[in-house]
Nanobody, 122 residues
Framework: QLLFVESGGGLVQPGGSLRLSCAAS????????IGWFRQAPGKEREGVSC????????NYADSVKGRFTISRDNAKNTVYLQMNSLKPEDTAIYYC???????????????WGQGTQVTVSS
């Protein structure tokens, strides 16, 4: 079982920025494509972005294209999500997990970390 530790969430005003971090616990991230997923209250979890093993290939949900940037530092065993121009509809708990680049499907097997709460509100 692969365990992830998400951090960096918080309360931010519309138009603000946050950077989320996803650290691996007990394994090496660079063997896997890693993605960010989010779940808003009353909604299903959705894929936000996914990055390939080398960091060259990326994919984004249409709702975040041009505003979010995913990156990884394999030396630090960490994947990041830079979120700019945040909107109230970005409010959700954000999780990371293994993913498929083309479809941004999670490969979590139903096992998720604690996630990190992002709240966008004035």
């Amino acid at each position: 079982q692969l365990l992830f530790v998400e951090s960096g969430g918080g309360l931010v005003q519309p138009g603000g920025s946050l950077r989320l971090s996803c650290a691996a616990s007990g394994f090496t991230l660079d063997y896997y494509s890693i993605g960010w997923f989010r779940q808003a209250p009353g909604k299903e979890r959705e894929g936000v972005s996914c990055i390939g093993r080398s960091g060259v290939s990326t994919n984004y949900a249409d709702s975040v294209k041009g505003r979010f940037t995913i990156s990884r530092d394999n030396a630090k065993n960490t994947v990041y999500l830079q979120m700019n121009s945040l909107k109230p509809e970005d409010t959700a708990i954000y999780y990371c997990a293994r993913c498929t680049i083309t479809t941004m499907r999670d490969l979590s097997g139903g096992s998720w970390g604690q996630g990190t709460q992002v709240t966008v509100s004035s």
